[in-house]
Nanobody, 124 residues
Framework: QDKLVESGGGSVQAGGSLRLSCAAS????????MGWFRQAPGKERERVAT???????TYADSVKGRFTISKDRAENTLYLQMNSLKSEDTAMYYC??????????????????WGQGTQVTVSS
């Protein structure tokens, strides 16, 4: 069974850092598109960063220069390094994948494999 499990969330003060991990199982997820998304209370889920099978990366404008997405093919794991965190980064963060999908990474609504989410809270 294909599965994604996130970890690494927590509470941090503004300006701090966190590293999220997303361990995939069931298929070679890191060979295809994966991404990080977030949803704050009362807001729609939004794309944070994606990386496709060729390693092409996209970032939301709000996180460019602060967040870095990466993957470890040997561990079949996706990461999100978050630096210079702001209060507006507070949200539930989700890992998602487009199993066997070809590049480029699809629109948010086309991801059909999601993790359970990990909470990130940034206090000012």
């Amino acid at each position: 069974q294909d599965k994604l499990v996130e970890s690494g969330g927590g509470s941090v003060q503004a300006g701090g850092s966190l590293r999220l991990s997303c361990a995939a199982s069931g298929y070679r997820a890191t060979d295809y598109c994966m991404g990080w998304f977030r949803q704050a209370p009362g807001k729609e889920r939004e794309r944070v960063a994606t990386i496709d099978g060729y390693g092409t990366i996209t970032y939301a404008d709000s996180v460019k220069g602060r967040f870095t997405i990466s993957k470890d093919r040997a561990e079949n794991t996706l990461y999100l390094q978050m630096n210079s965190l702001k209060s507006e980064d507070t949200a539930m963060y989700y890992c998602a994948a487009d199993p066997y999908g070809l590049p480029p990474c699809p629109d948010i609504y086309e991801y059909n494999l999601w993790g359970q989410g990990t909470q990130v809270t940034v206090s000012s």
